[in-house]
């Protein structure tokens, strides 16, 4: 993932504006719990998972998605997974770890340096008719997913990266690497999306996480 994240240095957000279906009156949006994870990135470049900054970061972004839908007048339906029979649960699993497949694919190959020449004339990325589970069992018409990955530099990284200026060579430090779609529940299509690729950013805390939320729902269609 580093590599790929890296690779592609890209910073500018990208998204593709939609209105919402609302011929039913407001949009009923599922917030899905966000797929995240936070690294300290070693002095030799290795990525170490820190589980407490990771469990906190998650509940920060569910939070500051709840506040931004507040703000933007969004009517965000939680997800409760005890809601969901054992069968429909595994269907859910599966559809958010492809969530997050073709999140990293569409950073790639629509916005990053792989781009496929079928996808040059718009944008026609689905996660396929099973998400439908969801509709049925919650009764909305849309889910939000979202995919984080945050890296903050060691303290010995730091100091290679004081080294590697003095010497004239560029040493890379943490990066904020995240997506957010909205999904259409009757057809499992994505009918919008918007990533971060920066090496700005931060997870760890209130704050932090609700300007990542905040930037992360930019154009966030009406």
């Not at 005890?82 to 073709?102: E, F, I, Q, S, W």
């Not at 530099?153 to 990066?175: E, F, Y």
Request: aromatic share 8%.
């Amino acid at each position: 993932m580093l590599a790929i994240v890296v690779s592609a240095c890209q910073s500018t957000p990208s998204s593709k504006p939609k209105e919402l279906n609302r011929e039913a009156g407001q949009s009923r949006i599922i917030l899905m719990p966000p797929d995240v994870q936070l690294s300290e990135l070693e002095a030799g470049g290795t990525l170490e998972p820190k589980g407490d900054w990771t469990a906190a970061a998650k509940t920060d972004m569910v939070e500051a998605f709840k506040a931004q839908g507040v703000a933007r007048n969004i009517v965000f339906v939680d997800y409760d997974e005890d809601k969901l029979p054992a069968d429909k649960r595994d269907t859910v699993h599966r559809v958010t770890k492809l969530y997050g497949a073709v999140g990293v694919s569409i950073f790639r190959h629509q916005y990053g340096d792989l781009k496929l020449p079928t996808k040059d004339n718009g944008f026609d990325w689905s996660l396929g008719p099973s998400v439908s589970v969801l509709r049925e069992q919650y009764g909305a018409d849309y889910a939000l997913l979202a995919y984080a990955r945050d890296s903050y530099s060691s303290d010995g990284r730091q100091a290679l990266k004081i080294v590697g200026a003095i010497a004239g060579i560029s040493v890379p430090g943490g990066r904020q690497f995240a997506f957010v779609s909205l999904i259409d529940l009757r057809t499992g299509d994505i009918v919008w999306y918007h990533h971060l690729n920066r090496d700005t950013g931060d997870l760890r805390g209130k704050e932090h996480a609700n300007g990542t939320v905040a930037t992360l729902l930019e154009g966030f269609p009406k």
